[in-house]
């Protein structure tokens, strides 16, 4: 008996019991449409943690204000203000003239509602420096960025994010228009181009204004609440990182760096503390779907089982016509194994229909979402479907073929 | 002489229960021979039937077939011999329903190298043989008992088997499809083909030449037919 026959008799049985087929086989094609959504969509959403980081630029570092512990946030994230990094402390990092310090931009955020004639928007405005954009990997669409000149000089200019200015003025030219931030009138000098949504914020929506002009007219402060640093290389970011922390500790007079008032990150480290926890997820998300392979397993030796009573005539026919217990076993071997292989393929194709359909809602609402098909998973996924036939197809195999063949045939 | 044993012995045990089924059986079978195995149930004539045609070992003594000892072949030299030396015809049919007449001829096939494109064309030449020609891709639930047992006897000659086992293979028909059964199993007994017919009907034992008689294991007679029925005899039931 040679496999294609075997195969092509497992089809037949498939198609003969087609209700009792399909719920055989759903636990397999859950269990592999699982795996293969797990893998797709978490591949998806760790390309939008990496598009998001790319497009902050991966060789960015980042200092907060504040002591953090090990690997934690500084408590200036929680909301907590501390006043501990100034304005000056940029400038003067930027002036040691070290070689892999490509720019230093400094920021403070606040909120409000702003105007323009009688329209309104809730937005976050950014104090930021000139140069901003050179950090940010920014861009932009019409007019153009605020100067060092006009950063220092506190005038009252705004750039705007794409979304902000569409929601504001539609098709309006906002270039000269003047908007209300804090009961002040900041001139419209540029608009961003539009950069897409991140995980964490929305730059297309927010406003920008000089440095100066926001620690002093809008917020009163004389503090920065974060400093973004651009280095020249990747590579140099770990190296980078001890020399700002050893200038920034003398210029703060610390002598223990446990007593650090602020806490330098990079984005690196931040990107693989995430794909640290995306693969502890994905992990967890995989053993789940590894049980309903399993339960789904026993499910079907159980219709195996099942399967080998009700054709235990036909197994006594087939010894007597002279089939080898070795045959026999083959047979239903096969036919656990075409069942298995066949919910795999349906599992696999529902599953990437489900990834799809994930990354074009995820893309329809504005996310920078990549369909990953996982070529990986879909030959584990194979493999594993087959394996789970032969696993759970042999106790019924085996139980069909050391039947006796008088028995089997006298059976009713 | 095709088949020979010599004290065949069969007991089975039940836990501590022994139960003696053939308590020591001497006969021979010509090749060419067509005989009749007779006794009531429980007899042993099943048993014997199932340890000449290599669906079981005897317990004690010696079973030579075609002058080979086969009396302690293994499960995969057993099967081999079912494959190549013997064909069954059962009192059920045993058919696979849902499979078409031509597929179930060339099911014994399917165990050896004979290739698909010789096995179709071999069943459909015996299928012709027993007059089923027209009903190739019938399924067996859609025939008569006595076609039904026409098919089973195209796929006891499919192998070209030394000695075709014929276990009560009139019991489920009604007698004029018995009649056409035992006439064709007559016709291929003078083509030459051995045939060992099990039975408990005296009437279809006699269309064998020869009837072995057996009660509680033991062999109480071994004789020849004196008036050997024919389906001739009984022609006027076939009309």
Same mark, same amino acid.
């Given at each position: 008996?040679?496999?294609?026959?075997?195969?092509?008799?497992?089809?037949?049985?498939?198609?003969?019991?087609?209700?009792?087929?399909?719920?055989?086989?759903? &636990?397999?094609?859950?269990?592999?449409?699982?795996?293969? @959504? @797990?893998?797709?969509?978490?591949?998806?959403? !760790?390309?939008?943690?990496?598009?998001?980081?790319?497009?902050?630029?991966?060789?960015?570092?980042?200092?907060?204000?504040? #002591?953090?512990?090990?690997?934690?946030?500084?408590?200036?994230?929680?909301?907590?203000?501390?006043?501990?990094?100034?304005? %000056?402390?940029?400038?003067?990092?930027?002036?040691?003239?070290?070689?892999?310090?490509?720019?230093?931009?400094?920021?403070? #955020?606040?909120?409000?509602?702003?105007?323009? %004639?009688?329209?309104?928007?809730?937005?976050?405005?950014?104090?930021?420096?000139?140069?901003?954009?050179?950090?940010?990997?920014? !861009?932009?669409?019409?007019?153009?960025?605020?100067?060092?000149?006009?950063?220092?000089?506190?005038?009252? @200019?705004?750039?705007?994010?794409?979304?902000?200015?569409?929601?504001?003025?539609?098709?309006?030219?906002?270039?000269?228009?003047?908007?209300?931030?804090?009961?002040?009138?900041?001139?419209?000098?540029?608009?961003?181009?539009?950069?897409?949504?991140?995980?964490?914020?929305?730059?297309?929506?927010?406003?920008?204004?000089?440095? #100066?002009?926001?620690?002093?007219?809008?917020?009163?402060?004389?503090?920065?609440?974060?400093?973004?640093?651009?280095?020249?290389?990747?590579?140099?970011?770990?190296?980078?990182?001890?020399?700002?922390?050893?200038?920034?500790?003398?210029?703060?007079?610390?002598?223990?760096?446990?007593?650090?008032?602020?806490?330098?990150?990079?984005?690196?480290?931040?990107?693989?503390?995430?794909?640290?926890?995306?693969?502890?997820?994905?992990?967890?998300?995989?053993?789940?779907?590894?049980?309903?392979?399993?339960?789904?397993?026993?499910?079907?030796?159980?219709?195996?089982?099942?399967?080998?009573?009700?054709?235990?005539?036909?197994?006594?026919?087939?010894?007597?016509? &002279?089939?080898?217990?070795?045959?026999?076993?083959?047979?239903?071997?096969? !036919?656990?194994?075409?069942?298995?292989?066949?919910?795999?393929?349906?599992?696999?194709?529902?599953?990437?229909?489900?990834?799809?359909?994930?990354?074009?809602?995820?893309?329809?609402?504005?996310?920078?979402?990549?369909?990953?098909?996982?070529?990986?998973?879909?030959?584990?996924?194979?493999?594993?479907?087959?394996?789970?036939?032969?696993?759970?197809?042999?106790?019924?195999?085996?139980?069909?073929?050391?039947?006796?063949?008088?028995?089997?045939? +006298?059976?009713? | 002489?095709?088949?020979?044993?010599?004290?065949? #012995?069969? !007991?089975?045990?039940?836990?501590?229960?022994?139960?003696? @089924?053939?308590?020591?059986?001497?006969?021979?079978?010509?090749?060419?021979?067509?005989?009749?195995?007779?006794?009531?149930?429980?007899?042993?004539?099943?048993?014997?039937?199932?340890?000449?045609?290599?669906?079981?070992?005897?317990?004690? &003594?010696?079973?030579?077939?075609? /002058?080979?000892?086969? $009396?302690?072949?293994?499960?995969?030299?057993?099967? %081999?011999?079912?494959?190549?030396?013997?064909?069954?015809?059962?009192?059920?049919?045993?058919?696979?329903?849902?499979?078409?007449?031509?597929?179930?001829?060339?099911?014994?096939?399917?165990?050896?190298?004979? $290739?698909?494109?010789?096995?179709?064309?071999?069943?459909?030449?015996?299928?012709?043989?027993?007059?089923?020609?027209?009903?190739?891709?019938?399924?067996?639930?859609?025939?008569?008992?006595?076609?039904?047992?026409?098919?089973?006897?195209?796929?006891?000659?499919?192998?070209?088997?030394?000695?075709?086992?014929?276990?009560?293979?009139? /019991?489920?028909?009604?007698?004029?499809?018995?009649?056409?059964?035992?006439?064709?199993?007559?016709?291929?007994?003078?083509?030459?083909?051995?045939?060992?017919?099990?039975?408990?009907?005296?009437?279809?034992?006699?269309?064998?030449? +020869?009837?072995?008689?057996?009660?509680?294991?033991?062999?109480?007679?071994?004789?020849?037919?004196?008036?050997?029925?024919?389906?001739?005899?009984?022609?006027?039931?076939?009309?």
């Amino acid at each position: 008996m040679d496999i294609f026959e075997a195969i092509n008799n497992s089809w037949q049985m498939i198609i003969r019991n087609k209700m009792r087929s399909f719920l055989t086989m759903l &636990g397999i094609i859950i269990g592999v449409m699982a795996v293969i @959504v @797990v893998m797709s969509v978490g591949s998806g959403a !760790e390309s939008l943690i990496i598009n998001e980081v790319k497009s902050i630029g991966s060789n960015l570092i980042s200092i907060l204000p504040g #002591k953090a512990e090990e690997d934690g946030p500084p408590s200036s994230v929680f909301g907590i203000v501390v006043t501990s990094l100034k304005y %000056e402390d940029g400038e003067a990092l930027f002036n040691s003239n070290y070689p892999s310090i490509e720019a230093v931009t400094m920021y403070v #955020k606040g909120n409000d509602r702003i105007s323009w %004639e009688d329209k309104k928007a809730d937005v976050n405005f950014n104090g930021v420096s000139s140069e901003f954009l050179e950090v940010d990997n920014g !861009e932009i669409e019409k007019g153009r960025f605020f100067t060092k000149e006009e950063e220092l000089s506190q005038v009252k @200019v705004v750039v705007l994010g794409n979304k902000i200015a569409e929601k504001l003025f539609g098709d309006q030219d906002p270039l000269g228009e003047k908007i209300k931030i804090k009961n002040s009138n900041f001139t419209i000098i540029g608009i961003l181009k539009a950069k897409g949504g991140g995980l964490t914020q929305n730059q297309d929506e927010e406003v920008y204004v000089p440095i #100066k002009t926001a620690q002093t007219i809008l917020l009163g402060i004389n503090h920065i609440s974060l400093m973004r640093i651009k280095v020249d290389k990747p590579e140099n970011i770990n190296k980078t990182i001890s020399y700002i922390e050893d200038f920034l500790r003398d210029r703060h007079n610390i002598d223990d760096p446990k007593d650090d008032d602020f806490t330098v990150r990079s984005v690196q480290e931040a990107l693989d503390a995430l794909k640290t926890v995306t693969m502890a997820i994905r992990f967890f998300l995989i053993a789940v779907s590894a049980i309903s392979l399993i339960v789904g397993g026993f499910g079907i030796m159980n219709i195996m089982l099942a399967t080998v009573e009700e054709r235990i005539n036909e197994i006594g026919l087939r010894k007597a016509v &002279g089939a080898k217990n070795y045959h026999i076993t083959m047979q239903f071997l096969i !036919e656990t194994i075409t069942i298995t292989f066949l919910s795999g393929i349906i599992g696999i194709i529902v599953g990437l229909l489900i990834s799809i359909l994930v990354a074009v809602i995820a893309q329809s609402m504005g996310f920078k979402w990549d369909l990953v098909i996982s070529v990986p998973a879909i030959i584990v996924a194979s493999i594993v479907s087959v394996s789970v036939g032969i696993i759970f197809g042999l106790v019924p195999a085996k139980k069909a073929s050391e039947l006796n063949p008088i028995e089997a045939l +006298r059976y009713e | 002489m095709l088949i020979s044993v010599k004290d065949l #012995k069969k !007991e089975f045990r039940v836990e501590d229960v022994v139960t003696k @089924v053939l308590n020591g059986v001497s006969f021979d079978i010509e090749k060419g021979e067509f005989i009749s195995i007779m006794g009531p149930s429980g007899s042993g004539k099943s048993t014997l039937m199932y340890i000449l045609s290599f669906l079981d070992k005897p317990t004690s &003594g010696e079973y030579f077939f075609d /002058g080979k000892n086969v $009396s302690h072949l293994d499960d995969d030299k057993l099967a %081999e011999m079912r494959s190549s030396k013997v064909g069954f015809v059962f009192q059920s049919f045993n058919l696979l329903n849902r499979t078409s007449v031509l597929d179930n001829v060339i099911l014994p096939l399917v165990y050896t190298d004979i $290739s698909k494109k010789e096995r179709i064309t071999k069943a459909k030449s015996i299928l012709e043989q027993v007059g089923l020609s027209h009903r190739l891709d019938y399924t067996p639930n859609r025939l008569s008992g006595g076609e039904k047992q026409r098919v089973a006897i195209a796929r006891a000659l499919i192998n070209n088997p030394e000695v075709i086992f014929a276990d009560e293979p009139t /019991g489920n028909l009604d007698s004029k499809s018995g009649l056409q059964v035992m006439k064709l199993l007559e016709e291929l007994n003078n083509q030459g083909h051995t045939i060992v017919l099990v039975t408990h009907e005296k009437y279809t034992a006699e269309y064998a030449e +020869r009837i072995i008689y057996i009660k509680d294991g033991l062999i109480l007679s071994d004789s020849k037919v004196q008036e050997r029925q024919t389906a001739k005899n009984n022609s006027e039931l076939l009309k």
